[in-house]
């Protein structure tokens, strides 16, 4: 596991190098007059100093003998079944509106995942679409995809 975390961390240190390079070329400007590269500079900064803590603390611990595998005790077909869910989601929104696509993925994944009453699925999807359609809508004022019925 040591040598995973020094290959990894070393080679997001890397990119971090590449970006911050590439943000002072575009120009950082000021605090208060921010350049293009300003928001990628602080960006990558912080990713080379994370990364850079994480080859120092991984250097500095014993390898342990008591490997787990990589991947191994994951439920991969739940992970795979939430990809596909927010796929279906992003090409169904401009056709059926935010309101029904997602009270339609909330539903699926509070049912498949969570495996509760149906009862408790349709209230909790209900509450969490008028929730964010609430919060993004008219706090926010985001404007989302009407659909086939207008909302």
């Known amino acids: 596991m040591k040598r995973y975390d020094q290959a ?6 890397l990119i971090s190098v590449a970006v911050f390079v590439e943000s002072v070329r575009l120009g950082i400007g000021t605090l208060h007059n921010p350049g ?12 080379g100093l994370l990364a850079l803590s994480l080859f120092v603390r991984a250097s500095m611990r014993k390898e ?5 595998p990589l991947f191994g005790g994951r439920r991969w077909e739940r992970i795979f079944f ?15 509106g935010y309101l029904i696509s997602t009270f339609a993925l909330m539903t699926l994944l509070f049912w498949v995942l969570e495996r509760k009453k149906i009862g408790w699925v349709f209230l909790s999807s209900l509450l969490s679409t008028a929730a964010t359609y609430l919060f993004f809508s008219k706090w926010l004022n985001c404007q989302f995809p009407e ?3 207008g909302f």
């Open 147 to 149: 659909g086939l019925f």
């Open 82 to 96: 939430v990809l596909i869910a927010a796929g279906l989601y992003a090409w169904s929104m401009p056709m059926l």
């Open 8 to 13: 990894s961390s070393g080679f997001w240190f």
């Open 64 to 68: 342990t003998a008591d490997r787990t």
């Open 36 to 47: 293009r590269g300003f928001l990628t500079f602080g960006a990558s900064g912080l990713l």
